[in-house]
């Protein structure tokens, strides 16, 4: 499994980024999804996840609200829309699969076997 992110970018304190993440490889809408993201210094945290489907969905505290995941299992694409962006979200965002068969996830990082490179996303104040 491969995943590739991109959306992401600079963007002034209040604005949206779109983020999507293409997976190759078979079996795309058997794979729980997350994003997760890494501040310069800081560990790396849980953002978003969603299940197989897409009927379900968990956010951190601190983007519930702003920030929403979604799942185009025909295009094997997970997306995370940001809204309302703040100085505190900028980081690299990853995106991560769990191959594992498990319908959901959760928001341990460990919980995920495939990652993607990242991608940067800059909040200027």
């Known amino acids: 499994v491969q995943l590739v992110e991109s959306g992401g970018g600079l963007v002034q304190n209040g604005g949206s980024l779109r983020l999507s993440c293409a997976a190759s490889g078979p079996s795309f809408d058997s794979y729980a999804m997350g994003w997760l993201r890494q501040a310069p210094g800081k560990e790396r945290e849980f953002v978003a996840a969603i299940s197989w489907s897409g009927d379900y969905t968990e956010y951190a505290d601190s983007v519930k609200g702003r920030f929403t995941i979604s799942r185009d299992n025909s295009k094997n694409t997970v997306y995370l829309q940001m809204n309302s962006l703040k100085p505190e979200d900028t980081g690299v965002y990853y995106c991560?699969?769990?191959?594992?068969?498990?319908?959901?996830?959760?928001?341990?990082?460990?919980?995920?076997?495939?990652w993607g490179t990242g991608t940067q996303v800059t909040v200027s104040s």
């Open positions: 991560a699969a769990d191959s594992s068969g498990t319908a959901y996830s959760g928001s341990s990082p460990k919980a995920y076997d495939y």
